[in-house]
């Protein structure tokens, strides 16, 4: 009688939230558990909301771009090529070649400086705390370069309907020229550092399992469900900008656990060097803007349009409604990380507790965009 | 083991290499030309007064709300020193609440704002608001620094 009176257990609450050191962002997720496992999972999000959408009604239609980056603030370059190519084919006009070499360059490197964070955040959440500062010191190259280019580390505001804001600056293609093989050396050097690192291995290696099956029914996209093994990238799928004429690779994982999330991730990060680089092997000269109709006002014709691209997060897609005015009539964003933070359910059942960050971690989300 | 150690072999070889980082107040990095921080106001100095009109036209568009533009009559109209007819009266922009997205500068029609290096606004006191002068003096020191003219490239974009 005794015995059992004391072996009774309760679910304990366990809060992860804004305010915590292991989250991420301002997510924070009410955590059931029962002894060492996880029980059920309660999220709350919002702290970040900001009214995105309803902001871009109110605003002229390239004004809402600074609005974009702030979105998803790690991939800005991305969410702005969106919703450029959005009010492109509204309009009906295409940028100059010399544009769209230079916003995949962009778009690129951003999707390189994206990963980077997640690579030092996600060895962060594991307990190292080394390849945070590598990570760091990767991005840094890469800010400064973009700083030179747009004039912002990381609100742009650099694409335009029809273009750029303006022309790439002086010696841009040789300095990226002579930085690549930095790059390169800082993706292996990070991955030196982690991959084959049996603490590392064994914190990750079938930690968050996510099958294909689950990953497409919660509408999963991006490195998440390329982990999963689903070949599924919007890159190749709907093919977008100059994406068809290069030459690249999606990776995709096996088992959908933590470790090939990450691996995934800096597999992107290669290929994304490799687009690059054919991408400054071709850029041609010539103007950076097609003219657009401006006076007396930037306007765009009344249609309405789905746009995706594939963000490091996945598959950002925006909704666009012209009804011909100044402003946009609706802006409705398809955010890549609000659909993969819906599979935070199924990976963190019956897993460690001391495995949950890592699980979140891995997914890599944005909030900025969850909540927008 | 082994991967541990090869990692350890990363991080030795590290120690040997120059820092990237600075001690921020005491040194400071490059900042890149097209450097975007707070806006300032251009001073013609061929008629000796400010480009900016008054118009409001970077209020009206300013995302954050936080310029304040007044106009009034130029008196050197009047004398026939200047083809201004209006002049900015008071211009303050609050940089508390300026995120330096250069919209201002890209709908001004006069090229008379410009996105200046000056970026620092941690201080004593939260009450951050430009006024004319320290506007006129943000672009004075940003153009003395980077030897760059009056006159916009990137005018008139959005
Ligand atoms: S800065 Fe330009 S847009 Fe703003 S009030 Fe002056 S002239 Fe008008
Ligand atoms: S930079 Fe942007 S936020 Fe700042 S004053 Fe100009 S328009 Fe307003």
Same mark, same amino acid.
Request: net charge negative; hydrophobic share 35%; with cysteine.
């Given at each position: ?5 004391a ?5 304990m ?14 997510? #924070?997720?009410? &955590?059931?558990?029962?002894g *060492?496992? $996880?029980? =059920? ?5 919002? @702290?970040?909301?900001? /009214? ?42 295409e ?16 999707r ?9 955040a ?16 990767? #991005?840094?190259? &890469?800010?400064?370069?973009? *700083?030179? $280019?747009? =004039? ?5 505001? @650099?694409?335009?309907? /029809? ?19 930095a ?26 399992k ?54 995934v ?25 097609t ?82 | 083991m ?20 600075v ?8 900042l ?19 480009f ?36 900015v ?22 090229e ?47």
């Open positions: 009688m005794t015995t059992e009176r072996l009774r257990t309760v679910d609450h366990i809060n992860v939230g804004p305010q915590h050191p292991a989250t991420h962002g301002v997510f #924070r997720m009410v &955590l059931e558990v029962d *060492e496992r $996880v029980a =059920g999972c309660t999220p709350y999000i919002g @702290y970040l909301h900001r /009214g995105f959408e309803k902001l871009a009604e109110n605003e002229e239609w390239q004004e809402v771009i600074i609005h974009l980056d702030r979105t998803d603030y790690i991939s800005q370059f991305n969410n702005e090529l969106c919703y450029a190519m959005g009010m492109e084919r509204l309009l009906g006009v940028p100059p070649e010399r544009a769209e070499y230079a916003r995949v360059i962009l778009a690129e490197l951003n390189i400086v994206s990963h980077m964070m997640f690579y030092g996600f060895g962060a959440d594991v307990g190292a705390l080394t390849p945070f500062l590598y990570a760091f010191r990767e #991005r840094e190259r &890469l800010q400064r370069l973009f *700083e030179a $280019v747009s =004039g912002a580390r990381l609100m742009h505001f @650099y694409f335009r309907a /029809g273009g750029l804001k303006e022309d790439l600056p002086e010696g841009f293609a040789d300095e990226l020229r002579r930085m690549l093989p790059v390169q050396h800082g993706i292996d050097e990070c991955d030196r550092l982690l991959t084959q690192n049996e603490v590392f291995l064994s914190r990750t290696v079938g930690v968050g996510l099958a294909a099956s689950e990953a497409i029914a919660y509408g999963c996209s991006g490195p998440v469900l390329r982990a999963s093994g689903v070949r599924e990238d919007v890159r190749r799928s709907d093919p977008y900008s100059l994406y068809p004429t290069l030459d690249f690779d999606v990776p995709v994982g096996k088992n959908g656990d933590c470790f090939d999330r990450y691996w991730r800096l597999a992107e990060m290669r290929e994304s060097v490799r687009i690059v680089q054919q991408c400054l092997d071709r850029l041609p000269e010539g103007p950076i803007r003219p657009v109709p401006r006076y007396p006002h930037f306007r765009v014709e009344p249609g309405e349009i789905y746009v995706h691209t594939e963000n490091p997060r996945g598959d950002y897609g925006l909704y666009l409604v012209s009804k011909g005015g100044v402003q946009p009539y609706r802006v409705k964003l398809r955010s890549p990380c609000f659909c993969n933070l819906m599979a935070l359910g199924p990976m963190l059942r019956d897993s460690y507790l001391a495995d949950a960050v890592v699980i979140l971690g891995s997914l890599d989300i944005v909030l900025g965009e969850v909540d927008r | 082994l991967g541990v150690l090869k990692g350890l072999v990363t991080t030795w070889k590290t120690h040997w290499r120059a820092p990237v980082t001690q921020y107040p005491d040194e400071r990095l490059p890149q030309p097209r450097y975007m921080g707070f806006p300032g106001l251009m001073w013609d100095a061929e008629h000796d007064e400010p900016c009109t008054g118009c409001q036209v970077c209020m009206r568009y300013c995302p954050t709300g936080c310029m304040f533009v007044e106009m009034k009559d130029n008196p050197k109209f009047a004398t026939g020193e200047s083809k201004r007819r209006k002049i009266a008071d211009f303050t922009i609050n940089l508390s609440r300026c995120i330096s997205c250069s919209i201002c500068v890209e709908v001004c029609n006069f008379a704002i410009e996105m200046t290096h000056h970026h620092e606004r941690a201080g004593y006191y939260p009450d951050q608001v430009a006024g004319l002068p320290t506007l006129f003096q943000m672009s004075a020191d940003h153009r003395a620094g980077v030897g760059q003219k009056p006159g916009h490239e990137t005018r008139n974009l959005l």
